[in-house]
Each structure stands twice: as C-alpha cells, then as structure tokens.
T-cell receptor
Framework: AQSVTQPDIHITVSEGASLELRCNYSYGATPYLFWYVQSPGQGLQLLLK??????LVQGIKGFEAEFKRSQSSFNLRKPSVHWSDAAEYFCAVGANPYNNNDMRFGAGTRLTVKP | KAGVTQTPRYLIKTRGQQVTLSCSPISGHRSVSWYQQTPGQGLQFLFEYFSETQRNKGNFPGRFSGRQFSNSRSEMNVSTLELGDSALYLC?????????????FGPGTRLTVL
C-alpha cells in the first residue's frame, strides 16, 4: 500500500523568502500526487496535482511542485512567500485514478510566515 | 457559484448517541466524498458516493454510514458514538470522480463527543 511522509511538521519563513515543503511517497508504480492547503477553520483547497507528463507542475497561488521518481519525492515550492500563505499544507498520494479509497494524506506541514 | 456547504458546523454529542451530518455539493457535481480529520490519525477517507450509490469505502467500522440523494446532497451518519469519533468531518465534491477531477472541500463539521 502506498504511503506519504511530510518530514517537516512546522516551518517558519520570512515574508518574501522562498519556500520548499517536502513530500516523500512510497508506491511501486507511478502515483497520483496532490498538494492541498488548509487555512484555519477551512476545508482543503487543491493547489496542484500530478498524474503524468511534465514533472514540473504549476499550481494556483504561485505554487509549483516537481515530481522526482528517483527520489520518490514531490516537493512543493514557492519563490516568494506572502503572509496569506500561512496555513497547513498536505501532500497526498493515490494509486487508482478511479477511486480514492486508497488515497493517503501526509500528516501535514504547518507554515508560519514572519513579517 | 456556491461552494460546498456543510451543516452543522459544530456539534457536541455524548457517547452512545448518533449523529447525522449534511453536505451540499457544488451544483452539477455528482461525486461526494467524506473524510475524517483528527490530530492523531490525520486525514482519512470514509466513503464516496456517486449518483446515489456508494462507490468507494474506506476502512471504517459499520457505525459510519452515508447516503446520497437524487440532488447529490449527501448525509453521513455515525451511530453509537465513541470518544474517538471526535474529529473534523470534511465533505468534498467533484464532477465525476475525486481523483481525476478536482475535489472541492467544505469547511467541515467539528464533532465533539463527550
């Protein structure tokens, strides 16, 4: 069964600094990979997803992620963080395009943005 | 267009009671999924409904059940509540499927079991 690990529980960056959130997955075949963001008191919002093709994926709000099969990673990046990016970020991996009963979410990384 | 709405937003119950949570998907979306979010277990998939049929199910006991109506609105029921059922329950809708289509999440229902 697939699994996903987000090694960093909490990250603090200064506003305007670059950001990289790490995500490692375990799965034998090519997984379906997602990044979601959750603001306090809100549900999750999809930032981007990777199914196949170009390994550098562009998402909303200026985020991008790169799929690296050799490292089993799908790290999320943003060149310049804004205060409004403070939230919790979840990486998720799925194995089947037709259902989500084997979708696994990481434990999340909480992002704090310093002024 | 309106997003996914969930009612109620907060709920307090006692052990042994049952509870029903409601989810109204985005208009035109036929797939509704439910998730449980807790600090200890994180986000876990409960089940997915599509066109009034349960299409997928996660690894939860039979106390957790759901249904979907012809207008795609969905309800989730938990019977014989346990303390461990305290969680944020999230509903998500998508056009036809939660993996290939974008899932749109509601704000969740915060259930506290005393």
């Amino acid at each position: 069964a697939q699994s996903v690990t987000q090694p960093d529980i909490h990250i603090t960056v200064s506003e305007g600094a670059s950001l990289e959130l790490r995500c490692n997955y375990s799965y034998g075949a090519t997984p379906y990979l997602f990044w979601y963001v959750q603001s306090p008191g809100q549900g999750l919002q999809l930032l981007l997803k990777y199914f196949s093709g170009d390994t550098l994926v562009q998402g909303i709000k200026g985020f991008e992620a790169e799929f690296k099969r050799s490292q089993s990673s799908f790290n999320l990046r943003k060149p310049s963080v804004h205060w409004s990016d403070a939230a919790e970020y979840f990486c998720a991996v799925g194995a089947n395009p037709y259902n989500n009963n084997d979708m696994r979410f990481g434990a999340g990384t909480r992002l704090t943005v310093k002024p | 267009k309106a997003g996914v709405t969930q009612t109620p937003r907060y709920l307090i119950k006692t052990r042994g009671q049952q509870v029903t949570l409601s989810c109204s998907p985005i208009s035109g979306h036929r797939s509704v999924s439910w998730y449980q979010q807790t600090p200890g277990q994180g986000l876990q998939f409960l089940f997915e409904y599509f066109s009034e049929t349960q299409r997928n199910k996660g690894n939860f006991p039979g106390r957790f059940s759901g249904r979907q109506f012809s207008n795609s609105r969905s309800e989730m029921n938990v019977s014989t509540l346990e303390l461990g059922d305290s969680a944020l329950y999230l509903c998500a809708s998508s056009l036809d499927g939660p993996v290939t289509d974008t899932q749109y999440f509601g704000p969740g229902t915060r259930l506290t079991v005393l």
